[in-house]
């Protein structure tokens, strides 16, 4: 659960009411230049401005308060202030791509051979082949060269992705070895010529290798690194970001580097893909003590782990552990803080003890890899795209002393919710003291690109049953009410959505027009008030042209 506390709404904000009312002021303004664009939309929906502009300017000229103006005019005035807004995008999912190769059976939708020729039709001497849990590739010791597989999918050259891939290579004689490399697709479609590896190889002795090619025929790479080892099995880490590869053995990202290469002079690359190869000089090339396992790719297209902007919503449906008890959970980023130069959004959460009250929470950023909470010393990690096994522990003041939390990534696994089937991180989390006690387990699954999709509670309150589960049903922007022509909604806060909000104007709980949805806040943005009023329509004014347009 990310960290909530019981804090008021009621005094969060006291500028967006000033900032709304100049906006509607503002737009008066610039009402005759901006009503040519927007009267089209107004006819289609036969919607009539009640008050004449010419009535409307007197008024505001004569400094009567726009507050007092018929409500459908308020909107009205309002709709045209915002055309003129901007739009910021929401979200987009990333790729995740994970191999055991534990089903006796090379999987064609992520691989082909190396040099493009169907899978075990081409190597009589030397074939990949999936045997005993992993990936062999033999060689009968007639034949000096490599095999292996290599991706189907091609990667943009200016993306960014994390690949490894687990290896053994204990049965690898003098003059053999395993490589885990990227490839320039321009030039490598069919035949190695520009690429950059890490490889645990035997080689006047067993080493670590970087090795990288940027020439235009058969010359032998470059290496760039070397190191002496003892090692014959772990992993090799690859960092990809723009044009820049970060080769580990110990793990991902710069710091980790046994070396970083550049492929900026490759030729006309536009993009990549990787291989698993392994290469002998006429000896043995693997066998079952030599082979890859659990190959892992993630190409994280969206900009954040965990989206994050003003309005963005998350509905979910919150089971008790006995199967019978069920309600809905909403979370919502509400306000924006700009700290150090980063910005941070707060959460808000609605019914998650189905109780129907509010609790709002404390201010959160995302990066590429990493979800955190602000702490004005430290920021606290929260979720993390990392390997599996990956730990790290937070001190937090908790009513029941328990104040360390340890959080690790104990799966990377494809999981299905209301929502949709994803690849998803799963983080367990628990929290302990110094004598050792622990709380029980729950755990979370992050999507990079959409967030948390799913919830599962052991550590329950008094009447609750163990597990609490929580799976996402859905993810909108506060006021994307509706798509054009009033159809479903489309991840997208224009002229469609106010006017839907307009059809709403002052209505009140329990009246036959009521919508809940279209209340939005109560005075001075607190909690919703069970009316929709001018407090609901600077909320909805914030969110104008939120999300990704159709």
Request: proline share 5%; with cysteine.
């Amino acid at each position: 659960m990310l960290p909530v506390s019981s804090v008021s709404m009621a005094n969060r904000s006291p500028v967006r009411r000033e900032t709304a009312e100049m906006l509607v002021f503002g737009g008066l303004a610039c009402l005759g230049t901006s009503l040519a664009g927007v009267w089209p939309l107004l006819m289609a929906r036969r919607i009539e401005m009640e008050v004449p502009i010419m009535v409307l300017l007197t008024v505001w000229r004569a400094g009567v308060p726009i507050m007092t103006l018929n409500g459908k005019s308020q909107v009205m005035l309002f709709l045209i202030v915002m055309c003129a807004l901007s739009h910021s995008p929401v979200w987009a999912a990333g790729t995740i791509i994970m191999d055991n190769f534990n089903d006796e059976n090379i999987n064609t939708s992520i691989w082909r051979n190396l040099d493009d020729d169907p899978i075990g039709e081409n190597y009589p001497f030397r074939y990949p082949v999936e045997r005993n849990g992993h990936l062999e590739i033999y060689n009968d010791g007639t034949q000096d060269d490599a095999a292996g597989l290599r991706t189907q999918i091609n990667i943009p050259v200016e993306a960014y992705f994390q690949a490894q891939v687990s290896f053994n290579t204990s049965e690898c004689a003098e003059q053999s070895g395993l490589f885990f490399s990227v490839h320039n697709f321009t030039t490598d479609y069919d035949h190695a010529v520009q690429y950059a590896m890490i490889a645990n190889a035997v080689w006047e002795g067993r080493k670590w290798l970087v090795m990288k090619s940027s020439g235009t025929g058969d010359e032998d790479p470059v290496i760039e690194a070397s190191e002496s080892t003892l090692e014959d099995t772990g992993a090799f880490y690859i960092t990809y970001d723009g044009g820049t590869i970060h080769f580990s053995h110990t793990g991902y990202g710069e710091e980790n580097a046994i070396c970083t290469v550049n492929i900026s002079d490759w030729t006309d690359c536009t993009q990549v893909w990787l291989a698993l190869t392994a290469w002998s000089n006429g000896t043995l090339l693997s066998g079952s003590g030599s082979y890859f396992d659990d190959f892992y790719l993630a190409i994280p297209e969206a900009e954040l782990l965990h989206p994050l902007h003003l309005g963005l919503r998350y509905a979910y449906n919150r089971t008790d552990g006995d199967g019978v008890t069920n309600w809905t959970v909403a979370r919502e980023f509400i306000e924006k803080m700009t700290a150090n130069s980063m910005d941070y959004y707060r959460l808000r959460s609605w019914n998650y003890d189905n109780d129907g009250q509010y609790e709002v929470g404390g201010y959160l950023r995302s990066t590429q890899n990493a979800v955190y909470s602000y702490n004005p010393s430290d920021d606290d990690l929260q979720f993390q795209a990392a390997p599996v096994g990956t730990t790290w522990t937070l001190y937090e003041e908790h009513e029941t002393g328990l104040n360390y939390k340890v959080i690790e990534i104990v799966a990377i696994e494809e999981v299905t919710v209301p929502y949709g089937t994803f690849w998803a991180y799963k983080h367990r989390r628990y929290r302990h003291n110094n004598t050792g006690d622990n709380s029980p387990y729950w755990y979370e699954w992050i999507v990079p690109g959409v967030g948390i999709i799913k919830e599962e509670d052991y550590w329950v309150e008094e009447g609750q049953t163990a597990p609490m589960v929580m799976e996402l049903i859905s993810i909108s922007i506060t006021g994307d009410f509706c798509g054009p022509s009033f159809g479903p909604p489309d991840g997208y806060v224009d002229v469609w959505d106010l006017m839907q909000f307009a059809d709403h104007w002052h209505t009140r709980t329990g009246e036959g027009n009521w919508d809940a949805k279209f209340d939005l806040a109560g005075p001075s943005f607190a909690d919703p008030d069970g009316y929709i009023d001018v407090w609901d329509l600077m909320v909805f004014a914030d969110r104008w042209h939120e999300g990704e347009r159709p």
